[in-house]
T-cell receptor, first 111, second 115 residues
Framework: DAKTTQPPSMDCAEGRAANLPCNHS???????VYWYRQIHSQGPQYIIH???NNETNEMASLIITEDRKSSTLILPHATLRDTAVYYC????????????FGQGTILTVHP | DAGVIQSPRHEVTEMGQEVTLRCKPI?????LFWYRQTMMRGLELLIY????????DSGMPEDRFSAKMPNASFSTLKIQPSEPRDSAVYFC?????????????FGPGTRLTVL
């Protein structure tokens, strides 16, 4: 699986948009970009995934660059409950079904 | 839907004892994953099953660890004998795996402490 690079931590004000970047420059053509988050002491939670088109669901939006070498997860109106570790993962191809978690980004939402 | 169920939620044992962790995946899911999380190593995939068959066990640390999935609704992860370095939170996850579509649902985890 392609390796991902994320900033170790980010801050965001409550009610503002949180934009979490991820670099995955070695992504291959059949690999998807997944985002999960883990709130303290809980199991990771799926957020969204995409291949090359931008995606949106009730939780977030995923913007993937045209060359697919990076992506951004957008939480449009962050709340205190969005404080968590956010993981960007590339998976698919020959290893579909397998997720390799990195260190992620610790997002802290401030009042 | 009750989600992925893990038991026990907490386990404290002494070094050398056998430990068995249990997981009930979401009904209808055909893939099951065991992960371990520690501060030092983060979240690591230990093994995963597809249609009850182990597909990749390369993450299993050593022969003291074994996992089984006798049917689609139950899996166990066993550590024998346990050691203090096995202390971690163990997560089970399940999914309905289609090619490249991999939304995994995680259980609440089992916090294992080996004294």
């Amino acid at each position: 699986d392609a390796k991902t690079t994320q900033p170790p931590s980010m801050d965001c004000a409550e009610g503002r948009a949180a934009n979490l970047p991820c670099n995955h420059s070695t992504i291959s053509g059949n690999e998807y970009v997944y985002w999960y988050r883990q709130i303290h002491s809980q199991g990771p939670q799926y957020i969204i995934h995409g291949l090359k088109n931008n995606e949106t669901n009730e939780m977030a939006s995923l913007i993937i660059t045209e060359d697919r070498k990076s992506s951004t997860l957008i939480l449009p109106h962050a709340t205190l409950r969005d404080t968590a570790v956010y993981y960007c993962i590339v998976s698919g191809g020959t290893s579909y079904g397998k997720l390799t978690f990195g260190q992620g980004t610790i997002l802290t939402v401030h009042p | 839907d009750a989600g992925v169920i893990q038991s026990p939620r907490h386990e404290v044992t002494e070094m050398g004892q056998e430990v068995t962790l249990r997981c009930k995946p979401i009904s209808g899911h055909n893939s099951l994953f065991w992960y371990r999380q520690t501060m030092m190593r983060g979240l690591e995939l230990l093994i995963y099953f597809n249609n009850n068959v182990p597909i990749d066990d390369s993450g299993m640390p050593e022969d003291r660890f074994s996992a089984k999935m006798p049917n689609a609704s139950f899996s166990t992860l066993k550590i024998q004998p346990s050691e203090p370095r096995d202390s971690a939170v163990y997560f089970c996850a399940s999914s309905f795996s289609r090619q490249a579509d991999n939304e995994q649902f995680f259980g609440p985890g089992t916090r294992l402490t080996v004294l």
